[in-house]
């Protein structure tokens, strides 16, 4: 301490690092919501200048404080997001769930929204239209109807001429019925490439000419499981992860245009996406009806039953509240510089970085052990007791 309490330099070091602290925690009172990631960002420079003015002395302090200055205010400009203003946003399948959310969001912000719906008649269709300013309209848009996404279009061209869309949010999507890969019916795999693949590519294709127009941004919901492997989301899965890549030559191909593309990885959050019971019942019917004689007998009746008390539990490992999705998604489309990967909710960030960045075999560990209360097939389960009793 002493080199920087020594000399004139070192008392204006500490000073200048002073006046940004009481700054910085003036802005921090002000407006309490603010990110603690921000607030790191605003801090560090301080923290670093007395640091190295503490070890370099004063003038390598001033130095340091200087240089990590330029680099936060660079990290934070490009955080920093673009005035709402008349943009426009088109979300699909906001009937329920995070579109439903993002739809009521996005017009309180001041967007002018396009709710796609799948039923334009049904309950979620209807409360939109009740809670929401007249600036949101709803549209019939099943993803998968070639028909509708072209009615959707001109609809959307038609107001919006002159500006063309800003945004494009790929949110519709279907879980399916998560079972071993083995197990699951060919109808399934094709039902979730269907609307998780085709449609989003359907809808993107149909509406870029409107998005690059504005040089505006394309947001894909995919999903966790998109981009790591999980035990029962091969179908699922699969369709993600064809969006993410999908998601990913696009933002190298769109970039010409001007438009940003953001791929969002949420982990669980409470929404209708596990189904209801009648169509739990409809799916296991449909997966048992498909099943080959020895496989049924392989993997035992109560195994198989079970599949469906797994979608019971969903709800309780899921996040109640959506803000963090609606907020990677604000982001997405209005900062300066979004992040081509958002990966909000619990455990969604750590999964993928174990599994980018450790041995394969460590993932697939770390996953067994935190899945470890799985039901066991019946063939496995009577090999097991033989062996011990050997
Ligand atoms: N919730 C999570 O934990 C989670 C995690 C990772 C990723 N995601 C992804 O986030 C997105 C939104 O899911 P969510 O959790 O909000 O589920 P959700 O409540 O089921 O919302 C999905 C919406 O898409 C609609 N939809 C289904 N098929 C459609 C089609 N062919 N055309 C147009 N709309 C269609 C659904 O309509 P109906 O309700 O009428 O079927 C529903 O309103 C999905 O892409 C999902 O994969 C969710
Ligand atoms: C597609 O949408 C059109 C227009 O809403 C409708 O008439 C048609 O029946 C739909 N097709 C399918 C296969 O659902
Ligand atoms: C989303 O995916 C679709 C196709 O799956 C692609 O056309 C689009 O560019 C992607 N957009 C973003 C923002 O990821």
Same mark, same amino acid.
């Given at each position: ?47 670093? *200048?007395? &640091? ?10 001033? +130095?340091? @404080?200087?240089? !990590?200055?330029? /680099? $936060? ?16 946003v ?13 739809a009521?969001?996005l017009d309180?912000?001041?967007f002018?929204v396009f709710a ?20 949101l ?43 071993? *890969?083995? &197990? ?10 269907? +609307?998780? @693949?085709?449609? !989003?590519?359907? /809808? $993107? ?126 982001? !997405? ?58």
């Amino acid at each position: 301490m002493d080199a920087l309490t020594g000399s004139p330099l070192g008392w204006l070091c500490m000073g200048v690092t002073a006046l940004f602290g009481a700054t910085v925690l003036r802005t921090a009172k002000r407006s309490p919501a603010e990110q603690a990631s921000v607030l790191v960002w605003r801090l560090l420079p301080a923290l670093l *200048g007395l &640091l190295c003015g503490a070890t370099l002395g004063p003038g390598g302090g001033l +130095v340091v @404080f200087c240089a !990590a200055c330029v /680099v $936060s205010s660079v990290y934070l400009g490009g955080r920093a997001l673009l005035p709402v203003g008349d943009k426009a946003v088109l979300i699909t399948g906001s009937d329920t769930g995070i579109g439903h959310a993002l739809a009521k969001y996005l017009d309180n912000l001041g967007f002018v929204v396009f709710a796609g719906v799948l039923n334009k008649d049904g309950p979620g269709a209807e409360e939109l239209r009740q809670t929401c300013s007249p600036r949101l309209s709803v549209l019939q848009l099943d993803i998968t109807n070639a028909t509708q996404v072209k009615e959707a279009y001109l609809k959307v061209s038609e107001k919006m001429q002159n500006t063309g869309l800003w945004g494009l949010v790929n949110n519709a999507g279907i879980l399916g019925f998560p079972a071993d *890969g083995e &197990l699951l019916p060919m109808s399934m795999y094709r039902q979730c490439m269907e +609307v998780n @693949f085709f449609g !989003a590519v359907e /809808v $993107s294709k149909t509406f870029l000419p409107l998005l690059r127009k504005s040089q505006g941004r394309l947001v894909n919901m995919s999903s966790m499981a998109g981009g790591i492997p999980l035990p029962r989301y091969a179908a699922y899965g699969a369709s993600k992860a064809a969006l993410t890549m999908f998601s990913g030559v696009m933002r190298q191909e769109l970039s010409k245009w001007g438009i940003k593309v953001a791929a969002i990885h949420p982990s669980g959050f409470q929404t209708g996406i596990q189904g209801t019971s009648d169509l739990w019942d409809k799916q296991e019917k449909d997966l048992m009806e498909n099943l080959p004689a020895d496989t049924r007998q392989d993997y035992g009746e109560d195994y198989l039953l079970g599949l469906k008390s797994y979608l019971v539990h969903i709800p309780a490992y899921c996040a109640a509240d959506l803000s963090p999705v609606l907020s990677a998604v604000l982001h !997405a489309l209005l900062a300066k510089r979004p992040q081509g990967l958002y990966t909000p909710g619990k455990g969604a960030y750590l999964l993928l970085c174990i599994f980018c960045h450790f041995p394969l075999w460590f993932y697939d560990f770390f996953i067994s052990k935190m899945l470890s209360t799985e039901s066991v097939p019946r063939a496995l389960r009577t090999s097991e007791a033989e062996s011990k009793n050997l």
